[in-house]
C-alpha cells in the first residue's frame, strides 16, 4: 500500500470513530509520525496534506529538518533529556512528553532564551507499567501547580502512550481513565494550564482512542509502514 492509499484510510477509519462517537472528526489532529523515515517520505505526506508531524527522537528532528517541506509542525512525542532540548526548542510546536518537574523547568529557561512560548503535554502512564514513562495521575496536582510559575511553557493538555500487548478492549479502559482524569483537571483552575488537548492513539488503538476523546492521535506504521529499525 502506498503512502497515499494509507493516509487515505487512517483518515477514513478516524472519521468514522468520530462519528460513531458522535464527535466531529475535525476535532481530532492526526499527527503523522515519521520516526525512521526519510525527509523525502515526510516530503510526500505533506503533499498528500499532513499538517503535523511526531518524531520520538531529538536527533531525528535535527537531521531531517532542514530537508522537509516548510510549513509543518512538528512535534516532540518521545522520551526527552534536558541536554537535548536544545536541539529542538526552535523547531518543534509542541512536547507532548514532558514527564518531571526538572524537564519542565529546563524547557522553560530555553524557551525564555529563544524568547518563546513552548506548548507542553504531560506524559501520564495510565496503564502503570514500568517500562512506560509518564508520571502517576496521583503526580499531576503538583506538576501542573509547579508549571503556574513558569512563563516560557504553557501547559496544553496530557499525553499517553497505551500498553502495546493490551486488547484494544484494556486500551479503551485506560483511554476511558486519562480522559476522566483531563475532564476532571480542565474543571479545576491551574494558572499557565489550559487543557485542550489529549494525545492518545497510535496504529494499533487510534480508533478507540478517538471514541474515548482523544484530540490527537499519533500514527506511524499505519500511514508510512512497516519500521525498519536496521536501515541505516
Ligand atoms: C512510534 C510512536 C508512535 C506511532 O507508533 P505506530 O504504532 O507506528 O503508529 C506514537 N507515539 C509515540 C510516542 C511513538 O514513539
Same mark, same amino acid.
Given at each position: 500500500?502506498?503512502?497515499?492509499?494509507?493516509?487515505?484510510?487512517?483518515? !477514513?477509519?478516524?472519521? $468514522?470513530? !468520530?462519528?460513531?462517537?458522535?464527535?466531529?472528526?475535525? /476535532?481530532?489532529?492526526?499527527?503523522?509520525?515519521?520516526?525512521? #523515515?526519510?525527509? !523525502?517520505?515526510?516530503?510526500? $505526506? *505533506? #503533499?498528500?496534506?499532513?499538517?503535523?508531524?511526531?518524531?520520538?527522537?531529538?536527533?531525528?528532528? #535535527?537531521?531531517?529538518?532542514? /530537508?522537509?517541506?516548510?510549513?509543518?509542525?512538528?512535534?516532540?512525542?518521545?522520551?526527552?533529556?534536558?541536554?537535548? *532540548?536544545?536541539?529542538? @526548542?526552535?523547531?518543534?510546536?509542541?512536547?507532548?512528553?514532558?514527564?518531571?518537574?526538572? &524537564?519542565?523547568?529546563? *524547557?522553560?529557561?530555553?524557551?525564555?532564551?529563544?524568547?518563546?512560548?513552548?506548548?507542553?503535554?504531560?506524559?501520564?502512564?495510565?496503564?502503570?507499567?514500568?517500562?512506560?514513562?509518564?508520571?502517576?495521575?496521583?503526580?499531576?496536582?503538583?506538576? &501542573?501547580?509547579?508549571?503556574?510559575?513558569?512563563?516560557? @511553557?504553557?501547559?496544553?493538555? &496530557?499525553?499517553?502512550? !497505551?500498553?502495546?500487548? /493490551?486488547?484494544? =478492549?484494556?486500551?479503551?479502559?485506560? =483511554?476511558?481513565?486519562?480522559?476522566? &482524569?483531563?475532564?476532571? +483537571?480542565?474543571?479545576?483552575?491551574?494558572?499557565?494550564?489550559?487543557?485542550?488537548?489529549?494525545?492518545?492513539?497510535?496504529?494499533?488503538?487510534?480508533?478507540?482512542?478517538?471514541?474515548?476523546?482523544?484530540?490527537?492521535? #499519533?500514527?506511524?506504521?499505519? +500511514? =508510512?509502514?512497516?519500521? /525498519?529499525?536496521?536501515?541505516?
Amino acid at each position: 500500500m502506498s503512502i497515499e492509499e494509507n493516509l487515505k484510510s487512517v483518515r !477514513a477509519r478516524i472519521g $468514522a470513530a !468520530a462519528e460513531a462517537a458522535g464527535r466531529n472528526p475535525e /476535532d481530532i489532529t492526526l499527527i503523522a509520525v515519521s520516526k525512521t #523515515r526519510t525527509a !523525502a517520505e515526510i516530503n510526500e $505526506a *505533506i #503533499r498528500l496534506g499532513v499538517t503535523d508531524i511526531g518524531e520520538n527522537k531529538p536527533q531525528e528532528i #535535527r537531521d531531517k529538518y532542514a /530537508d522537509v517541506l516548510p510549513g509543518v509542525r512538528w512535534h516532540m512525542i518521545g522520551h526527552l533529556q534536558t541536554n537535548k *532540548i536544545k536541539y529542538i @526548542i526552535d523547531k518543534v510546536c509542541m512536547i507532548h512528553s514532558v514527564d518531571s518537574l526538572h &524537564l519542565m523547568e529546563e *524547557i522553560d529557561r530555553q524557551a525564555k532564551k529563544h524568547n518563546l512560548v513552548m506548548d507542553i503535554l504531560i506524559e501520564v502512564n495510565i496503564s502503570g507499567e514500568a517500562s512506560k514513562h509518564g508520571i502517576r495521575p496521583d503526580e499531576l496536582p503538583s506538576l &501542573l501547580e509547579a508549571a503556574g510559575g513558569m512563563e516560557n @511553557i504553557r501547559v496544553c493538555g &496530557l499525553m499517553t502512550v !497505551a500498553p502495546k500487548s /493490551d486488547s484494544n =478492549f484494556t486500551n479503551s479502559l485506560h =483511554f476511558d481513565n486519562i480522559c476522566e &482524569l483531563f475532564v476532571d +483537571i480542565s474543571r479545576k483552575k491551574y494558572d499557565n494550564v489550559s487543557m485542550r488537548c489529549l494525545s492518545m492513539g497510535m496504529s494499533g488503538d487510534f480508533e478507540a482512542a478517538v471514541k474515548s476523546g482523544s484530540t490527537m492521535v #499519533r500514527v506511524g506504521s499505519a +500511514i =508510512f509502514g512497516e519500521r /525498519d529499525y536496521q536501515k541505516p
